[in-house]
């Protein structure tokens, strides 16, 4: 595990750093996930949760993770293993490559919904069932498909494969440069449809007005689970992502502004669903299926609807590509660095591999649907797996290494390096940062690990009744 790296790349610049990584934290997550999840939960009051958690956990976790890869300038295992001269921590390194296969496996399949989406708007199928039952069973009707969903899964893997192909600069770099602004854009003018709408404040008082009484330990831990996911944290991405940054960047700042684009767009994104479903009278805890099964209603009653509807799918397509980029990114690394495989290949290979991988969980909406263990279908379980088990365990173990095993004294200096100014004028920074993470985010972050495996008992529990 030596890595030679003359011609490993890098970032064009600063700006480009931020934009893939914000491109890699912004995806299906802020626009298909967490308006779901508020609105199963309560709304405002889990917005603020969640906020607080991206804040103390979030924010520190991901500052660790770029560092971890500046620093080494490797990809997850490489990293792990350079700093520590160990096995174990080495496949620490080997569980984020292998939640990077699990998480890139499913998540193409819900981009490749997105781009289905888009042919369903620009056809003008949305008009044919305007209803949100109608709209729900005309979604049923297309997975039930193998063909539509195995073709757009297909045709999306072929995307991301393309751009991770091209390389940091030439295919990361410059397709999160076209695409960021762009989707950035696409979201306002949505939100603006939103804010316009008749009714739209019932849409607004749900997203900003917190129930109380809605707050409880499962909340929070959903909660910071979502910040994880959110944040594209817990498997090595940001590391890997860290990797081709120079020493003359700032971590903090960098993080920073990944965490606050992603927060921003989170929150657009809500008010441009939320004020939406309000405005038609739909409602907002619909779960999963709420952007697929209601959104065409929504389109179809509102004036300009059918070109805003084929705008949304095709702004939920960009967002997810520059996701999956970083997820296949971080095992086409790991092939480069450390197996020696040229990037192209490893592109190419692993991508057909990832998609391999993927189709019992495509199936799992037809052929497969009655194939289940434990009462999960193959989907959920990788889902389950991954987000649920790998990434939080993930987050805990990069704390503990960045806090107790790397140790501060060897941390801070890497940390200073191109943020000499920022922690002259707030050297407090630092000493909140060294307690969340060697104290707040291991402690918390265990508790998620405990409700994940407590939802793992409860199915089990039904399996053996
Ligand atoms: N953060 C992305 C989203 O919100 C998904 C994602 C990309 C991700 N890379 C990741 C999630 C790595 C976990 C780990 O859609």
Same mark, same amino acid.
């Given at each position: 595990?030596?890595?030679?790296?003359?011609?490993?790349e890098?970032w064009?610049?600063k700006?480009?750093?931020?934009?893939a990584?914000a491109?890699s934290a912004?995806?299906?997550g =802020?626009?298909?996930?967490?308006?779901y999840?508020?609105?199963?939960?309560?709304?405002?009051?889990?917005?603020?949760?969640?906020?607080?958690?991206?804040?103390?956990?979030?924010l520190?976790?991901?500052?660790?993770?770029?560092l971890?890869?500046?620093?080494t300038?490797?990809? #997850?295992?490489?990293a792990?293993y350079k700093l520590?001269q160990s096995?174990?921590?080495a496949s620490v390194g080997?569980?984020g490559?292998?939640?990077g296969?699990?998480?890139? +496996?499913f998540? @193409?399949i819900?981009?490749? &919904?997105a781009?289905?989406?888009?042919?369903e708007?620009i056809s003008?199928?949305?008009?044919?069932w305007?209803?949100p039952a109608? @709209?729900?069973q005309h979604?049923?009707?297309?997975?039930i498909n193998?063909y539509w969903?195995?073709g757009y899964?297909?045709f999306?893997m072929?995307?991301t494969m393309i751009?991770?192909?091209a390389g940091?600069?030439k295919?990361?770099?410059?397709?999160?440069k076209i695409?960021? #602004?762009?989707l950035?854009i696409l979201?306002i003018?949505?939100?603006?449809?939103?804010?316009?709408?008749?009714?739209?404040?019932?849409?607004l008082?749900?997203? &900003?007005?917190?129930?109380?009484?809605?707050?409880s330990?499962?909340?929070?831990?959903l909660a910071?689970?979502? @910040?994880?996911?959110?944040?594209?944290?817990?498997?090595?991405?940001m590391l890997?992502?860290? +990797?081709?940054m120079?020493?003359?960047?700032s971590v903090?700042v960098?993080?920073?502004q990944?965490?606050?684009?992603?927060t921003?767009?989170?929150?657009?994104?809500g008010m441009?669903?939320?004020?939406a479903?309000f405005a038609v009278?739909l409602?907002?805890?619909?779960?999963?299926?709420l952007?697929f099964?209601?959104?065409?209603g929504?389109f179809?009653?509102m004036?300009g609807?059918?070109?805003?509807?084929?705008?949304?799918?095709i702004?939920?397509s960009?967002a997810?590509?520059?996701?999956?980029?970083?997820?296949?990114e971080?095992?086409v690394s790991y092939?480069?660095d450390?197996?020696?495989?040229?990037?192209h =290949?490893?592109a $190419?290979f692993?991508?057909i $591999?990832?998609?391999?991988l993927?189709? #019992?969980?495509a199936?799992?909406?037809?052929?497969?649907?009655?194939f289940?263990?434990f =009462?999960l279908?193959f989907?959920?379980i990788?889902?389950f797996?991954? +987000?649920? $088990?790998l990434l939080?365990l993930g987050?805990?173990?990069?704390?503990?290494?960045v806090?107790?095993?790397?140790?501060?004294?060897k941390?801070i200096? =890497?940390?200073r390096?191109g943020a000499?100014r920022?922690?002259?004028?707030y050297?407090?920074?630092?000493g909140f940062?060294k307690?969340?993470?060697?104290?707040l985010s291991?402690v918390l972050?265990?508790?998620?690990?405990l409700?994940s495996?407590?939802?793992?008992e409860? $199915?089990l529990?039904?399996f053996?009744?």
């Amino acid at each position: 595990m030596n890595g030679m790296d003359q011609n490993r790349e890098k970032w064009g610049s600063k700006i480009g750093f931020v934009f893939a990584a914000a491109g890699s934290a912004i995806g299906l997550g =802020n626009i298909w996930k967490f308006p779901y999840i508020a609105g199963e939960n309560g709304g405002a009051s889990f917005v603020l949760v969640y906020l607080i958690c991206i804040a103390i956990i979030g924010l520190p976790v991901l500052i660790a993770e770029i560092l971890l890869g500046r620093t080494t300038q490797r990809n #997850p295992v490489g990293a792990f293993y350079k700093l520590s001269q160990s096995k174990f921590w080495a496949s620490v390194g080997g569980l984020g490559v292998i939640a990077g296969f699990m998480i890139l +496996s499913f998540y @193409a399949i819900i981009a490749g &919904w997105a781009i289905g989406y888009i042919v369903e708007a620009i056809s003008g199928n949305f008009y044919l069932w305007p209803e949100p039952a109608a @709209a729900a069973q005309h979604f049923r009707d297309l997975v039930i498909n193998p063909y539509w969903i195995l073709g757009y899964f297909a045709f999306f893997m072929i995307l991301t494969m393309i751009i991770v192909f091209a390389g940091i600069q030439k295919g990361i770099e410059r397709a999160s440069k076209i695409m960021m #602004p762009i989707l950035f854009i696409l979201l306002i003018i949505l939100m603006i449809r939103g804010l316009t709408l008749e009714g739209a404040g019932e849409g607004l008082d749900f997203l &900003w007005n917190p129930d109380w009484s809605k707050i409880s330990a499962s909340t929070i831990l959903l909660a910071l689970g979502h @910040a994880f996911f959110t944040l594209s944290l817990g498997m090595g991405a940001m590391l890997t992502y860290g +990797s081709y940054m120079s020493d003359d960047d700032s971590v903090p700042v960098a993080g920073l502004q990944i965490v606050f684009l992603d927060t921003v767009m989170a929150l657009i994104a809500g008010m441009a669903i939320f004020t939406a479903v309000f405005a038609v009278g739909l409602d907002p805890a619909a779960g999963p299926g709420l952007i697929f099964h209601t959104l065409p209603g929504v389109f179809v009653k509102m004036p300009g609807g059918y070109i805003f509807s084929i705008l949304f799918f095709i702004l939920l397509s960009i967002a997810a590509l520059t996701s999956s980029i970083s997820l296949l990114e971080v095992v086409v690394s790991y092939f480069v660095d450390e197996r020696k495989w040229k990037r192209h =290949n490893a592109a $190419i290979f692993l991508g057909i $591999i990832i998609f391999l991988l993927g189709v #019992p969980s495509a199936l799992s909406f037809n052929i497969l649907s009655d194939f289940k263990i434990f =009462n999960l279908n193959f989907f959920d379980i990788v889902d389950f797996i991954a +987000s649920n $088990i790998l990434l939080p365990l993930g987050g805990l173990l990069i704390s503990v290494f960045v806090a107790w095993i790397w140790g501060f004294d060897k941390v801070i200096p =890497n940390l200073r390096k191109g943020a000499e100014r920022l922690f002259d004028n707030y050297p407090w920074l630092l000493g909140f940062w060294k307690f969340f993470l060697k104290f707040l985010s291991p402690v918390l972050i265990f508790f998620v690990f405990l409700h994940s495996i407590g939802l793992l008992e409860k $199915i089990l529990n039904l399996f053996a009744q």
